[in-house]
């Protein structure tokens, strides 16, 4: 695959951001690891390290998104884009706003009196779990994504070619910047706050971010073994269809417990249990389409595209299934297996799709053909299995504390010293292994297409 268009070079500079704040959300999640069996390791608290840990990996993944798309639009317009130096505006907007919003976070971790009031917002962090960036960041990320949009969508109408995966993608990230409006006001009631902070939380990963996925993956698929545009794109509508059915008033299995009508016990629990439909649709056309064309034009590309999708199935699907029926989550919600499920489920789901795009148009962008993919493969199986004993280990620890707490009537405090000692350094263990893994893909990514392509690995 060459470049065709020189504006789609702009996905580089958003790459670039990407894959350093991955390495930055590994490292601060190790620290928090260890804070687990080892309260006072860092000058930063386990509540600081918890934010920054999961803003990064939000962060990270949009900003990869941001990156895939304006390749993507600018391809499928078979155009540059509208306007590059909005583009390079918005990435630099972008990195400072992120930049300002993390430097703000440390310096409340370090003074917490620094957080104070400015026109009835809080100056460095809000305190709402996961949307944690303060009243004027917010309204600078919404500007940066309006750009953002503009620049894609004014792409498309100047050519006026329009594609399903265009079409797909686009539509996809509209939803995402609407679905980030509930998180930007308040309301006196926690039931109603809470109602409408999961529009922000579960309606992004299992929503907007479902869709672009299946965007991409069509994209991908198309790209790497030349699969027909009216096949991927038609599988890819249904979906995306199913993940929009599934998806939204699956947002319900959120509305168990925390005060909302009685009714979303049976709303959230049928459509969760068939959330893992259009995963596995995605799963079964990936492996499909590959069984069907021969020619492939990039091994390492298709490897992690078809690992995303295995892996979107096993841990937004399977593992996102397991504790979602209310009979279940009334005795786990609140547990280490949530946090299981999120593990595997942004690894698989969103991760490795990013890391996708990347080896499938980093060497377009680069000017090469063959590159060097031992280290592709080094760093997937470091990331790989790493993951896979990090989210085995949580689970087991989940599975204690749901017994000890929920059933035995334990309190938090007790349960997490008779439980934890074996459980979190086991994490913290495999968490240098997935440390491993994202350093051989930072050390690829920037020599990727700068050296030799002596190697060659067999996928």
């Known amino acids: 695959m060459t470049i065709k268009h020189e504006s789609q070079k702009i996905a580089q500079n958003f790459y670039t951001f990407a894959v350093l704040l991955f390495l930055v959300q590994v490292v601060v999640g190790i620290i928090a690891a260890v804070q687990f069996i080892w309260p006072g390791f860092f000058i930063l608290n386990f509540n600081t390290i918890r934010t920054l840990h999961i803003n990064a990996l939000v962060v990270w993944l949009l900003v990869g998104f941001m990156g895939a798309t304006y390749y993507v639009v600018s391809e499928e317009s078979e155009t540059e884009l509208w306007s590059l130096p909005l583009a390079k505006f918005q990435f630099w907007a972008t990195v400072v706003t992120i930049t300002a919003v993390v430097l703000g976070y440390i310096i409340m971790g370090l003074y917490p009196q620094a957080n104070i009031l ?8 809000e305190g709402r779990e996961y949307i944690e960036a303060p009243r004027w960041a917010d309204i600078l990320i919404v500007v940066s994504v309006l750009l953002f949009l503009l620049n894609c969508s004014m792409t498309v109408f ?22 980030y409006l509930p998180g930007m006001f308040y309301t ?26 299946g965007a991409l993956l069509a994209f991908m698929l198309m790209k790497l073994i030349g699969a027909k545009r009216e096949v991927v794109e038609k599988w890819m509508y249904i979906e995306v269809g199913l993940v929009m059915f599934t998806g939204i008033l699956g947002t319900g299995h959120h509305y168990y417990w925390i005060g909302t009508p009685s009714y979303w016990l049976w709303v959230g629990g049928i459509f969760s249990s068939l959330e893992p439909l259009p995963l596995l649709v995605m799963v079964w056309d990936a492996f499909r389409t590959t069984r069907e064309h021969r020619q492939v034009t990039n091994k390492v590309g298709l490897f992690y595209a078809v690992a995303h999708a295995i892996f979107n199935f096993v841990g937004a ?3 996102g299934i ?19 499920h999120g593990h595997l489920a942004f690894y698989g789901a969103y991760v490795l799709l990013v890391m996708a795009m990347i080896y499938v148009t980093l060497p377009a962008i680069r000017g090469v053909k063959e590159f060097n993919s031992s280290r592709a493969y080094q760093s997937f199986w470091w990331l790989t299995i790493s993951m896979v004993f990090i989210v085995l280990t949580i689970t087991g620890a989940g599975m204690v504390q749901t017994y000890m707490e929920r059933l035995m009537g334990l309190d938090y405090v007790a ?9 979190w350094i086991l994490r913290a263990i495999f968490g240098v ?3 491993v893994g994202v350093g051989i893909f930072v050390v690829d990514y920037f020599k990727l297409g700068k050296e030799p392509a002596r190697l060659k690995s067999a996928a």
């Open 158 to 179: 100047k050519t006026k070619k329009w594609t399903g995966i265009q079409g797909v993608l686009l539509g996809g990230l509209v939803f995402l910047a609407l679905m």
């Open 188 to 213: 006196k009631s926690m039931v109603k706050d809470q109602f409408w902070w999961w529009w922000v939380v579960h309606l992004w990963v299992e929503g907007a971010w479902e869709i672009i996925a």
């Open 322 to 340: 397991i504790h979602t029926l209310p009979q279940v989550n009334k005795w786990t919600h609140g547990t280490q297996i949530t946090t299981a």
């Open 433 to 435: 292994g997935f440390l």
């Open 118 to 125: 400015v026109s009835g917002t809080q100056l460095l962090n």
């Open 415 to 423: 349960v997490k010293a008779n439980y934890n000692l074996w459980f």
């Open 317 to 319: 699907g399977l593992w």
